[in-house]
């Protein structure tokens, strides 16, 4: 993507918020991988260590590295303070809320 923006000619505030939206999607889908991970590791319990639900969680969903490294590094910091631990969603219209406000350029998070 970010290709396409050194080929176009952008204004500078077109730029801004091309990056601004793109910088909201990448947190919200880092977000969301950190709660399917945390429903993961809850889901197998004792079944398997925390470092094999990790990567069994990043081969399933075919990360690449460095998503891999933000989401685990996000899910550690979650367990540290449980009570700021992300919690995955209940049902999808939960999820359709959390996520409402992702692609505007004034929301507040």
Do not use: C
Request: glycine content about 4%; proline content about 5%.
């Amino acid at each position: 993507m970010f290709n396409w923006i050194r080929r176009r000619r952008l204004s500078p505030l077109a730029r801004k918020r091309l990056l601004l939206v793109a910088a909201r999607a990448e947190e919200a889908l880092i977000e969301t991988h950190v709660a399917n991970v945390l429903d993961l590791l809850k889901t197998l319990g004792d079944e398997v260590s925390f470092d094999r639900g990790l990567e069994i969680y990043s081969e399933m969903m075919g990360l690449e590295e460095a998503r891999a490294t933000s989401v685990a590094n996000r899910v550690l910091a979650g367990l540290e303070q449980p009570a700021e631990a992300p919690t995955p969603p209940r049902a999808a219209g939960e999820r359709r809320q959390r996520f409402r406000h992702v692609f505007r350029e004034n929301s507040r998070r």
